[in-house]
């Protein structure tokens, strides 16, 4: 158990950080090519693309996951139902476009809006369910050497273009793990999954709400604030923001390999040495994050505005706070099924976000969007607290 615990990590870790060191290289080429602006509109895109994310799986990361991991059901009754989910949200968006294209918006937010379509169709959860979560992460590296390639030969580079590269080669990667499922799509096989499809929707809705809630605050912090400020006034904290989640986002993968092999029986041993591997990773993302976080910045962004590296150090606790949550709230309870106490805790911490945001917005004071950020990933970690103090 533990040594493909092991060799699942270390590949997927490897796997990621060479996606991280491309998309590190992607992102000065970009930024010495488009305009402040437009490099904050792109910022702001990634944002959306995340959030989008959490629209698209509903609850399959983690229902359909635990389903298949635990031979429950087989996964040519869970498919369906979950590309049902998918496709309604892929009809939504698509008149998200029409809206769009009969507006003064810029056009760049249709490229988006197509990036989180192509992304959303994939269907990581099984990939995650039979431990091999590292095509994906192969996958998107292979992905992001094209990009890196693609962008370097290009002539000349605007945001549109930019985000059309991304679009062009998410979609193949969906294409590709996507592939072996064609076959399950036939329209009987969707039809006949309606049977069971409020059955899922009734068992996943306590997830999909926990994971909305925490998404609006996690993903939208930064989009929410340039509807208030403008978007010069907040560059130092988009930029601060985009190198958190950055870090941030070496935390997931293993929150990911351990969730299905944690759903089935394992030892109260190899259950420990898990959390206190992930709780490790989070302090020292931490700490590289307050030691060379200003260098990124520099390197990234040509930042190098003493502001912006406030704001940084103070968002270093981020990845400490996220790795809290993965453990006690992420893994820990929905292994458990209390699905509905993790959504009462996300509750709060969104209130606690709206409130922020509500200060910020009033007093006009656009350093408040980093109390938003941190305050309800704090709230979300108290929460956790209190709970597994009270009931455990």
Not at 75 to 100: A, N, Q
Not at 226 to 254: D, Y
Not at 271 to 296: D, M, P, Q, R
Request: aromatic share 16%.
């Amino acid at each position: 158990m533990i040594k493909k615990f092991v060799v699942n990590s270390l590949s997927i870790y490897i796997g990621r950080f060479g996606t991280q060191i491309l998309t590190l290289m992607t992102l000065p080429l970009i930024s010495s090519s488009i305009s402040n602006n437009e490099l904050t509109l792109y910022v702001l895109s990634l944002s959306i693309i995340a959030f989008s994310t959490v629209m698209f799986d509903y609850s399959s990361q983690t229902l359909g996951v635990k389903l298949v991991a635990r031979n429950l059901v087989s996964i040519r009754r869970v498919f369906p139902e979950v590309m049902v989910v998918k496709t309604i949200f892929v009809l939504l968006y698509l008149f998200l476009i029409i809206i769009i294209y009969f507006t003064p918006i810029e056009n760049a937010y249709i490229y988006t809006i197509l990036i989180c379509i192509a992304q959303g169709l994939r269907v990581t959860w099984y990939y995650n369910a039979i431990n091999k979560r590292y095509l994906i992460v192969f996958s998107d590296l292979i992905s992001r050497i094209f990009i890196l390639i693609t962008l370097y030969f290009l002539p000349a580079l605007s945001l549109e273009t930019v985000l059309l590269v991304f679009l062009i080669c998410d979609s193949i990667i969906t294409l590709y793990l996507n592939g072996r499922f064609f076959n399950q799509l036939w329209f009987k096989s969707i039809f006949k999954s309606f049977s069971n499809f409020y059955l899922y929707l009734n068992e996943g809705k306590d997830h999909f709400i926990s994971r909305f809630l925490g998404a609006v605050y996690t993903n939208l912090t930064i989009p929410i604030g340039s509807l208030f400020f403008a978007t010069a006034s907040i560059s130092n904290i988009v930029f601060a923001e985009k190198v958190a989640r950055i870090t941030v986002s070496l935390i997931s993968p293993l929150s990911l390999v351990l969730y299905p092999i944690l759903c089935g029986a394992v030892s109260k041993k190899f259950k420990k040495y898990s959390y206190i591997s992930l709780l490790a990773i989070g302090i020292l993302s931490s700490l590289f994050l307050l030691l060379f976080g200003k260098y990124i910045l520099f390197y990234l962004f040509k930042v190098e505005d003493n502001q912006a590296i406030i704001y940084l150090n103070i968002l270093s606790i981020v990845p400490f706070l996220v790795s809290v949550g993965s453990v006690y709230g992420v893994l820990e309870l929905n292994i458990s099924g209390k699905y509905n106490h993790l959504r009462s805790i996300s509750l709060f911490s969104l209130f606690s976000f709206i409130v922020m945001m509500g200060f910020t917005v009033y007093f006009k004071t656009a350093e408040g969007l980093i109390a938003a950020i941190i305050l309800p990933e704090t709230v979300f970690v108290l929460g956790l607290m209190y709970f597994w103090r009270k009931y455990d």
